[in-house]
């Protein structure tokens, strides 16, 4: 691959005074070779060559640039030129280095005399790279590649589970239009980026825009993904019917606060350059005290539908929450090594040496890894919830909470007037069993009669504090859904 530096364009704003000449100098080089520009004498360098330097042996020539040619990696061009108040603006010069292997590559261009610039005016360069790929950094350039694939893997992904949702529209669990709409946010998101790389190494003009635009569908399908991974492991619509409205008003809330922090975040990696004190507590601190919120809460929601479930039984349901519990151990796990990892290689990112082996590969620590890891964990976590066939199974249709059964129970039960006695016209048991499998006719219904007699030939009533009643009747329907389930997969 081939990069040519093709010019420099210098840009000077005049300054009030009509009369200046300053000699300025340029030079293109390998990063390498950084060492062997200029001269350092007691901790500073020098880049011209002067009678005291041509005294001590230094250089040979005065007002030449020194370089040290006998270590030289790559080769080193260098150019002297002046600008007056005469000089036509804005002035432009070309430095044309062709590069013959890829590399990290810099320029110095700066006053050659101190004496000459007083710094009351400013002088605006403009330092243009041009390369045989377009217009983009070398070190951004395989992010087009990149974002390119993971916009057609996310369009892959949203044309199948489309085609799912489409074909098993009636049965549609609520929490899968969520993912629908996560899947919308986040192959928007990819094709921006795509599109904001790509259109800048083609016209090398950087739309804030569009960058703007992806960083904001960036916060905003981070947080719906946070949202939903919580309220799954708080099992809505498997385990539990629906979240106590305080609940979900203190979900979303925590959401809107992280997509808040997030678009904050985002500006402040675009307009930061230095780091201090006060952008860490102002763009950093935010985001990190909600993803912390949603890590802790995510993993004790998780732990505590796990704990249910084992209570009663419901081991399709389990079996689906414990694979969900390793997906996200699995992710913890490398974001854990890629965090050590990462702060051990970053330690030397300000040597030369470092920069000149890692320029190529930066992009993907940072930018990359975090995307690559979110397709895998997103990719896992939906195929879990895609829409099948079987949903009921999984859906509170077929067996309805805990929080629900209590409260059916306790309006059919408890709150009757029945002195220990309960009519068999009192019992009304609200489960539907009429939609587990597609072939009905091999199931055996069970009417509300069959669950009536049942009940009368096992349970014994004794009074309204009796909680026998309630645990008979949970395993009754528990063992009643694992048959069916059984029956729905031969």
């Given at each position: 691959?081939?990069?040519?530096?093709?010019?420099?364009?210098?840009?000077?704003?005049?300054?009030?005074?009509?009369?200046?000449?300053?000699?300025?100098?340029?030079?293109?080089?390998?990063?390498?070779?950084?060492?062997?520009?200029?001269?350092?004498?007691?901790?500073?360098?020098?880049?011209?060559?002067?009678?005291?330097?041509?005294?001590?042996?230094?250089?040979?020539?005065?007002?030449?640039?020194?370089?040290?040619?006998?270590?030289?990696?790559?080769?080193?061009?260098?150019?002297?030129?002046?600008?007056?108040?005469?000089?036509?603006?804005?002035?432009?010069?070309?430095?044309?280095?062709?590069?013959?292997?890829?590399?990290?590559?810099?320029?110095?261009?700066?006053?050659?005399?101190?004496?000459?610039?007083?710094?009351?005016?400013?002088?605006?360069?403009?330092?243009?790279?041009?390369?045989?790929?377009?217009?983009?950094?070398?070190?951004?350039?395989?992010?087009?590649?990149?974002?390119?694939?993971?916009?057609?893997?996310?369009?892959?992904?949203?044309?199948?589970w489309s085609l799912k949702a489409l074909k098993y529209r009636k049965d549609i669990l609520q929490i899968q239009h969520y993912i629908t709409g996560i899947i919308i946010i986040v192959t928007s998101e990819m094709i921006i980026r795509f599109f904001y790389y790509n259109h800048y190494n083609n016209t090398n003009k950087n739309s804030k825009f569009f960058l703007m635009l992806a960083e904001v569908l960036n916060a905003g399908g981070n947080s719906l993904t946070f949202l939903?991974?919580?309220?799954?492991?708080?099992?809505?619509?498997?385990?539990?019917?629906?979240?106590?409205?305080?609940?979900?008003?203190?979900?979303?809330?925590?959401?809107?606060?992280?997509?808040?922090?997030?678009?904050?975040?985002?500006?402040?990696?675009?307009?930061?350059?230095?780091?201090?004190?006060?952008?860490?507590?102002?763009?950093?601190?935010?985001?990190?005290?909600?993803?912390?919120?949603?890590?802790?809460?995510?993993?004790?929601?998780?732990?505590?539908?796990?704990?249910?479930?084992?209570?009663?039984?419901?081991?399709?349901?389990?079996?689906?929450?414990?694979?969900?519990?390793?997906?996200?151990?699995?992710?913890?796990?490398?974001?854990?090594?890629?965090?050590?990892?990462?702060?051990?290689?970053?330690?030397?990112?300000?040597?030369?040496?470092?920069?000149?082996?890692?320029?190529?590969?930066?992009?993907?620590?940072?930018?990359?890894?975090?995307?690559?890891?979110?397709?895998?964990?997103?990719?896992?976590?939906?195929?879990?919830?895609?829409?099948?066939?079987?949903?009921?199974?999984?859906?509170?249709?077929?067996?309805?909470?805990?929080?629900?059964?209590?409260?059916?129970?306790?309006?059919?039960?408890?709150?009757?007037?029945?002195?220990?006695?309960?009519?068999?016209?009192?019992?009304?048991?609200?489960?539907?069993?009429?939609?587990?499998?597609?072939?009905?006719?091999?199931?055996?219904?069970?009417?509300?009669?069959?669950?009536?007699?049942?009940?009368?030939?096992?349970?014994?009533?004794?009074?309204?504090?009796?909680?026998?009643?309630?645990?008979?009747?949970?395993?009754?329907?528990?063992?009643?859904?694992?048959?069916?389930?059984?029956?729905?997969?031969?």
């Open positions: 691959m081939t990069f040519i530096l093709t010019y420099i364009s210098i840009e000077i704003t005049k300054p009030e005074k009509t009369d200046y000449n300053i000699t300025m100098m340029a030079i293109a080089f390998n990063i390498l070779d950084l060492d062997n520009i200029g001269y350092i004498h007691r901790n500073e360098k020098y880049l011209l060559c002067s009678n005291s330097l041509i005294n001590d042996g230094t250089c040979e020539k005065e007002g030449e640039i020194i370089i040290n040619k006998k270590e030289l990696k790559n080769k080193v061009l260098s150019k002297l030129f002046t600008i007056t108040d005469k000089t036509n603006y804005p002035y432009s010069t070309d430095l044309k280095y062709e590069i013959e292997e890829t590399g990290f590559y810099s320029v110095i261009l700066k006053p050659a005399y101190n004496f000459e610039y007083d710094k009351s005016y400013d002088l605006i360069s403009n330092v243009e790279w041009h390369s045989s790929t377009g217009e983009l950094p070398g070190s951004d350039y395989p992010k087009i590649k990149f974002y390119k694939i993971l916009a057609i893997v996310y369009i892959i992904v949203f044309v199948l939903v991974l919580l309220i799954v492991c708080m099992g809505y619509n498997v385990v539990k019917q629906s979240l106590s409205g305080g609940t979900m008003k203190v979900v979303q809330l925590l959401a809107l606060f992280h997509f808040i922090f997030g678009i904050i975040y985002s500006i402040g990696l675009m307009i930061v350059s230095k780091v201090s004190g006060l952008v860490v507590l102002f763009f950093v601190l935010p985001i990190s005290i909600t993803i912390t919120i949603f890590y802790i809460w995510i993993l004790a929601a998780l732990n505590n539908s796990i704990k249910n479930l084992k209570t009663s039984h419901q081991d399709a349901k389990l079996n689906m929450f414990l694979n969900l519990r390793k997906i996200l151990i699995i992710c913890i796990i490398f974001i854990l090594i890629f965090f050590i990892t990462n702060s051990f290689n970053f330690m030397d990112s300000q040597d030369i040496q470092w920069i000149v082996n890692h320029w190529s590969t930066r992009w993907f620590w940072i930018d990359g890894f975090s995307n690559v890891l979110y397709l895998f964990g997103f990719l896992s976590i939906i195929f879990l919830w895609r829409p099948t066939a079987n949903n009921k199974r999984y859906g509170i249709d077929q067996l309805p909470s805990n929080d629900v059964e209590e409260i059916d129970l306790e309006e059919s039960f408890i709150n009757k007037s029945s002195n220990g006695i309960i009519k068999k016209d009192d019992i009304n048991v609200g489960f539907d069993f009429n939609n587990v499998s597609e072939n009905k006719d091999e199931i055996n219904q069970e009417s509300d009669d069959d669950i009536q007699n049942w009940a009368e030939d096992n349970i014994e009533i004794k009074d309204e504090n009796d909680s026998e009643l309630y645990e008979n009747l949970e395993i009754h329907v528990a063992d009643e859904e694992e048959k069916l389930i059984n029956l729905d997969n031969p």
